[in-house]
Nanobody, 118 residues
Framework: QVQLVESGGGSVQAGGSLRLSCAAFGYAFSELCMGWFRQAPGKERERVAF???????TYADSAKGRFTITKDNAKNTSYLQMNSLKPEDTAMYYC????????????WGQGTQVTVSS
């Protein structure tokens, strides 16, 4: 079983930055492919950024050029650096993990709220 614990959300003004962290417990972090999702009220969940099997990263169009996903295997932690934040980035952000090679994210964090004011 894998447990994911997020931190780093908060309130920021437009143009500001936040870094979200996701610590993984319970299994070999290096065997997991991490992803970050978000969901705003009344909207569908959106995959913002993720690692693919080969270690490459992919971003939603809304995140390209502003968000960066990274991971530190030594700390069993994934990060989402968010710069140039916009009010439309306001959402609950979730980290998720899947076994690399599988398509389904089986493990989810509890979510951390990001609020961007104009």
């Amino acid at each position: 079983q894998v447990q994911l614990v997020e931190s780093g959300g908060g309130s920021v003004q437009a143009g500001g930055s936040l870094r979200l962290s996701c610590a993984a417990f319970g299994y070999a972090f290096s065997e997991l492919c991490m992803g970050w999702f978000r969901q705003a009220p009344g909207k569908e969940r959106e995959r913002v950024a993720f690692f693919d099997v080969d270690g490459s990263t992919t971003y939603a169009d809304s995140a390209k050029g502003r968000f960066t996903i990274t991971k530190d295997n030594a700390k069993n932690t994934s990060y989402l650096q968010m710069n140039s934040l916009k009010p439309e980035d306001t959402a609950m952000y979730y980290c998720a993990a899947r076994w690399c090679g599988w398509s389904t994210y089986n493990y989810w964090g509890q979510g951390t709220q990001v609020t961007v004011s104009s």
